[in-house]
């Protein structure tokens, strides 16, 4: 999908989706993580796209850093650097930082994720990034916005590569995030623990077919818990579909008021039956993003206790997951069995080949990678960075969202 530019939604919405408009918020807390630069060796009137990359990825370093503390940017922005995006323009790293700094004071806990850093030709390079910010309404709803900026190189006058000039472009609908995101659902209104609306990361839609969604879901840092199990999935069993996260990946307290929580979803559930052939057990794991407020290093997280890393039939971890493209069905209401499910992976397995389509193998040679995600239960973190409460929703039968995810190949 085209990224969005929309001129009619509110200054507010807009200030959201701009890294260069968030850098001047004042006491933020950014981690951006530079997870993929591309360099080759290509080059052209003394600019290689390894340097265009470097010096990019130096440049939105720069932007983290003032977007944290509020910093002057860097010279890897040129003194007369040319801004243009949705909102406003500006000239000169002066002009710029004078910009932001009126900015400052309206999200909270605002950060800038950079997603990847690419070089696409000598003077050109390609950023990727998601902002996020808690909006100072009375129920904090947290938003997030994926975009991309367009970065051109020159020389200074000293003879040092820097940006001159810096396009940006909205990925995520303003109207989205409106609808979406900030204003608040039934279930965050009415549920009993009186939780914080929860998070949710975007992704980008690349087409829309009958019967499922193609998209790109960003990479991101999640906590994986997997549990050694021996009943594999059947008519009867209803582990995979069951919206409950495992007791033992709850290590934290609650601290008796929801200000003191961040809150995500949806709770995605797999299953690894590759034990099934030697007579071993079957791997369930259920995967909960990092909240954007906890950043994506998974260093700055709390230590997970040995007992929890190394009991071998419980294992909880911090992993870092790629970027990936998957197809999405949504599926509606409740899903009878674990066997269901799976028919419904099946299903859209065969859809995708017969749409030219290649879904990435499995552990098993009979069923491609997949997750159940489920959006009726959200997880709740502690200041401390430790999940402390998973919440099922009580959402009617037919409104009730689960979506299944089949893996494939990055399409052509």
């Known amino acids: 999908m085209a990224p969005v530019a929309s001129h009619e939604m509110s200054t507010l919405i807009l200030l959201l989706a701009s890294p260069a408009l968030a850098a001047g918020f004042a006491g933020a807390h950014v981690r951006a993580s530079a997870a993929r630069v591309s360099m080759s060796a290509t080059s052209s009137v003394g600019l290689t796209t390894a340097s265009v990359a470097e010096t990019a990825t130096d440049a939105m370093a720069s932007l983290a850093d003032a977007f944290a503390a509020g910093r002057p940017l860097s010279s890897a922005f040129g003194a007369n650097v040319k801004v243009a995006s949705a909102l406003w323009s500006a000239t000169g790293r002066a002009d710029l930082e004078r910009q932001v700094a009126g900015f400052g004071k309206f999200l909270i806990e605002p950060t800038l994720e950079v997603l990847s850093v690419q070089a696409a ?9 998601m902002v996020s910010g808690t909006w100072p309404l009375p129920w904090r709803p947290r938003a997030l916005a994926l975009g991309t900026s367009t970065l051109d190189f020159g020389f200074s006058s000293a003879g040092a590569l820097e940006v ?9 609908n303003p109207l989205e995030v409106l609808l979406r995101q900030l204003m608040p659902n039934w279930e965050d209104v009415f ?8 998070e949710t990361r975007p992704y980008r839609v690349l087409r829309r077919a009958k019967g499922y969604e193609l998209r790109w879901m960003p990479p991101t840092l999640a906590l994986e818990s997997e549990a050694l199990d021996g009943t594999f999935p059947s008519a009867q069993s209803h582990i995979l579909t069951t919206p409950v996260l495992p007791s033992f990946a709850i290590r934290g307290r609650p601290l008796g008021t929801k200000s003191l929580f961040t809150t995500i979803r949806p709770l995605t559930v797999e299953c690894d039956e590759s034990g099934r052939e030697k007579n071993g057990p079957c791997r369930y794991r259920w995967t909960v993003p990092i909240p954007s407020r906890l950043g994506a290093n998974a260093d700055s997280m709390p230590p997970l206790e040995p007992s929890a890393r190394e009991s071998g039939a419980q294992e909880l971890r911090y992993v870092k997951l790629p970027g990936r493209f998957v197809a999405a069905r949504t599926l509606a209401g409740f899903i009878a069995s674990d066997a269901v499910l799976l028919a419904e992976v099946d299903s859209l397995a065969a859809q995708l080949r017969a749409d030219g389509l290649a879904p990435t193998a499995g552990k098993t040679s009979a069923r491609p990678c997949y997750q159940l995600s489920q959006y009726n239960t ?25 979506e299944v995810l089949v893996e494939v190949a990055p399409p052509r």
């Open 121 to 129: 030709g000598p003077t050109r390079a390609t950023v990727e990034w």
């Open 164 to 172: 001159v000039s810096c396009e940006e472009a909205l990925v995520t």
């Open 191 to 198: 549920n009993q623990y009186n939780t914080p609306p929860a």
């Open 378 to 402: 959200k997880v709740g973190f502690n200041l401390d960075g430790l999940v402390a409460i998973a919440q099922y929703q009580g959402t009617v039968g037919p409104m009730r969202r689960n």
